[in-house]
């Protein structure tokens, strides 16, 4: 089994390789006709960088109250977003809102990123950890939207990392339960 450090390097040069503005909208196509989304009212999920899967139609979505995380030190804080609102470029070339963050209100639905995934529910993210600390503490549903190419057989894991409830693909929606 590859070790975390070689997964991520490889998942960059699939990812890199695929059309993600097309793979984004199929992804959100099939969020937004998921009953899990249809469910939810209270959503986070993130702004994407360069070559990650791009979520922001959901916004359009005027009847949900949208959420971005924000990094405090090694930690997420969770920050009301509306579209429109002004957003500033932080570490590592993330864009953040500027908005208050809140203490989390109880979220029916997080949207995780992940470079890859495996059918187990395993979630191969950038290394910080930031997302593992945050969900540690939540009970929600935790979804990652994902390119088919990049779900692995197997990716390695620690006992701290939390894994995720469901993955969405260009192709489905998928809960690990059941597949």
Not at 79 to 98: A, M, R, S, V
Not at 136 to 157: D, G, M, S
């Amino acid at each position: 089994m590859d070790n975390k450090t070689s997964l991520r390097l490889k998942a960059k040069n699939i990812r890199n390789k695929l059309d993600i503005k097309q793979i984004s909208k199929d992804i959100v196509n099939n969020i937004t006709n998921s009953d899990i989304f249809k469910k939810a009212n209270d959503i986070m999920f993130f702004y994407p960088l360069e070559k990650e899967i791009n979520l922001l139609d959901l916004l359009d979505f005027a009847d949900k109250n949208f959420y971005l995380p924000r990094m405090n030190g090694k930690n997420l804080e969770c920050c009301p977003y509306k579209k429109g609102d002004k957003l500033i470029i932080k570490k590592y070339n993330i864009k953040e809102p500027q908005t208050e963050c809140i203490s989390c209100p109880k979220l029916d639905l997080i949207i995780i990123p992940a470079l890859a995934i495996d059918k187990y529910g395993n979630r191969l993210g950038y290394g910080g950890g930031f997302y593992d600390r945050f969900l540690a503490n939540i009970k929600t549903i935790k979804i990652v939207p994902i390119a088919e190419e990049l779900i692995f057989e197997k990716i390695p894991h620690e006992r701290f990392d939390i894994k995720i409830d469901y993955f969405v693909t260009e192709k489905k929606v998928c809960n690990i339960m059941n597949s």
